[in-house]
């Protein structure tokens, strides 16, 4: 199926350390979407963005909407141990639910 | 508050068997969508419904169908199953048809044997 170019795959850091993560689409998103998944949950929404250009900040996170449309990235800093997870970006196409995901990037965090 | 919630947690099925996994999302929002994640890669959209009627369908065979009820909880029903078909299965739900932050389950981690 349909999915995002997302990078990179996975990421070891120690933890203190920035983290940045985007996404790329040859297909222009409406909204951009960041989300984190734990083992054995469902993903949970970090940041929302709406409008091109836009950058939003939630707490540590911060994530931007590209001027083009079809990009997006997303910073963590000072990462702590219980950043470790995946994060998935997602995107969605005009009106209706659907979104398209990326493959997700799966951090570890190193005390 | 009670968020998305997703029955049964794990389930085993063997090929060629039918399987109902269900969704109850959060009160007061009228969407919901199902999306299936293989193991190692994002999800993948399946189904939306909004106030009952059908709103996107993914590229998932027939053998796939859901339905919403008048209180909003929805099912998902797979047929004649297929080892291909074992994954995490996730229902979100919004309050609104278009998406503005949905709000995931936990899943029901399917496996086909």
């Known amino acids: 199926g349909q999915q995002l170019n997302q990078s990179p795959q996975s990421m070891f850091i120690q933890e203190g350390e920035d983290v940045s993560m985007n996404c790329t689409s040859s297909?222009?998103?409406?909204?951009w979407l960041w989300y984190k998944q734990d083992p054995g949950e469902g993903p949970v929404l970090l940041i929302a963005?709406?409008?091109?250009?836009e950058l939003t900040s939630n707490g540590r996170l911060t994530a931007q909407f590209g001027i083009t449309r079809k990009d997006s990235f997303l910073n963590i800093s000072a990462s702590i141990p219980s950043d470790v997870g995946i994060y998935f970006c997602?995107?969605?196409?005009?009106?209706?639910?659907?979104?398209?995901f990326g493959q997700g990037t799966e951090l570890s965090v190193k005390p | 508050d009670a968020g998305v919630t997703q029955s049964p947690t794990h389930l085993i099925k063997t090929r060629g068997q039918h399987v109902t996994l269900r969704c109850s999302p959060i009160?007061?929002?009228?969407?919901v969508s199902w999306y299936q994640q293989v193991l190692g890669q994002g999800p993948q959209f399946i189904f939306q419904?909004?106030?009952?009627?059908?709103?996107g369908r993914g590229n998932f065979p027939d053998r796939f169908s859901a339905r919403q009820f008048p209180n909003y909880s929805s099912e998902l029903n797979v047929n004649a199953l297929l080892l291909g078909d074992s994954a995490l299965y996730l229902c979100?739900?919004?309050?609104?048809?278009?998406?503005?932050?949905?709000?995931f389950g936990s899943g029901t981690r399917l496996t086909v044997v």
């Open positions: 297909s222009i998103f409406n909204t």
């Open positions: 963005l709406y409008k091109a250009g």
């Open positions: 009160s007061g929002h009228k969407s």
């Open positions: 979100a739900s919004s309050p609104q048809a278009l998406n503005y932050g949905y709000t």
């Open positions: 419904y909004y106030e009952k009627e059908e709103r």
């Open positions: 997602a995107g969605q196409l005009g009106s209706g639910g659907k979104l398209i």
